[in-house]
């Protein structure tokens, strides 16, 4: 009984102390719902033993309050719309990131974006994926060829047919594209037409919807266009739906992109960095690109060796030298030009 006392306790105290090592093996990431997907973390997990934990966010807004509510150390990894890497630098929230251990070399070059994941030289992110706020649609419900101009998506015909996503900054830039007006060319003297455009837009839509909200309603019918959807929207559901689809209309469409970097403070700068190097792998890259949240792009290219071609084939992955031709990114306002485009939505979705 001694002895068997003895190594009861012997095996307790080497359990705790297990278990306090297993306590100091975490990893924090707040990330958007394609981070979510086991497939894409249980690789890493049990490559580094390490429990990763996530938090899904939605909205820039949202992340930078809760890391602004956190305490040093508390987040390690930080998944964000690449159009507001510099917020996150202004906040002093994002850490310096050694670019030479990524393998950028092998990114579309579109996609590397220096000017969005360097500030002042230094860089902070590496673009992690991307792909197309443009038209999701119906094929069974809709005429094609409607959908391939902007001026008859959202005409009468389609009265009550119609979700916009909603997100200001891509639906907006598509109503400016409808009147040829660039995404970088949003300013204060072009938001009157830009208004005028996303009134009609939104008197002929049933429903503002995010993420999930227009996936179903496009899927289960109870809209047949998605205003703001694409390859994020409908790639989920190509096998079970095949008529759901989406295009790139004449004038263009907004590209999205996604940034992954290091939060500074964090205590575990190096296993935040074999993260980032993970997720941008070949590997990393192809499931994060068919996540069970959502589909897109991977930046890196070498991830189309890992993809099977029917994944590809979902992905469009042959179209996309033509696409990335045809798109323009995401409107990059200042706080004032920021702050009368959120008014100008706010009064849109009130009507």
């Known amino acids: 009984m001694k002895n068997l006392t003895s190594a009861l306790l012997a095996t307790t105290v080497l359990t705790c ?29 049990a490559m580094h033993n ?12 949202a992340a930078l ?8 150390g508390d987040w390690d990894v930080l998944v964000i719309d690449g159009i507001d890497v510099f917020r996150a630098v202004e906040a002093g929230i994002l850490a310096p990131l050694d670019a030479d251990q990524l393998p950028i070399d092998d990114f579309f070059p579109e996609v590397v974006m220096e000017d969005v994941n360097t500030v002042d030289g230094v860089t902070y992110a590496v673009t ?20 391939e101009s902007l001026a008859t998506v959202w005409s009468e015909k389609y009265q009550d047919r119609i979700s916009i996503y909603d997100y200001y ?18 300013g204060g003297d072009n938001l009157d037409a830009i208004g005028s455009v996303m009134t009609t837009m939104r008197s002929r839509a049933a429903s503002v919807a995010g993420v999930v909200a227009a996936q179903t309603a496009l899927a289960t019918g109870e809209v047949d266009i ?32 996604q940034s992954i970097g290091v939060v500074e403070g964090t205590q575990q700068p190096d296993l935040a960095l074999e993260f980032i190097k993970y997720i941008v792998s070949p590997e990393g890259q192809a499931r994060l690109a068919t996540s069970s949240c959502f589909w897109g792009m991977p930046a890196n290219e070498s991830a189309g060796d890992v993809l ?44």
């Not at 390490?50 to 807004?61: F, K």
């Not at 309050?65 to 040093?72: E, F, I, N, V």
């Not at 992690?128 to 959908?147: C, H, L, Q, R, W």
Request: net charge negative; proline share 6%; aromatic share 8%.
């Open 17 to 45: 102390a297990a278990g306090a090592v297993a306590a100091q093996e975490q990893m924090n990431a707040l990330v958007w719902c394609d981070h979510m997907d086991p497939e894409l973390i249980a690789p890493f997990e």
């Open 50 to 61: 390490v429990t990763v934990n996530l938090r899904e966010y939605e909205g820039t807004g």
């Open 65 to 72: 309050a809760l890391l602004d509510q956190s305490r040093p």
């Open 128 to 147: 992690e994926k991307f792909g197309y706020n443009t038209i999701s649609y119906n094929t069974s419900k809709v005429d094609p060829a409607d959908m």
């Open 169 to 186: 900054l891509p639906v907006m830039g598509l109503a400016a594209m409808s009147q040829g007006i660039a995404t970088a060319d949003i």
């Open 226 to 257: 998605v205003v703001g959807g694409g390859e994020w929207l409908t790639a989920v559901l190509a096998e079970e739906q095949p008529e759901l689809t989406w295009t790139i209309p004449s004038e263009g469409a907004v590209r999205w992109t």
């Open 308 to 351: 099977t071609d029917d994944q590809k084939a979902v992905l469009r992955w042959d179209q996309q030298p033509d696409y990335l031709a045809r798109t323009q990114l995401y409107p990059a306002p200042d706080d004032a030009l920021d702050s009368d485009m959120q008014d100008l939505w706010l009064n849109t979705l009130s009507q």
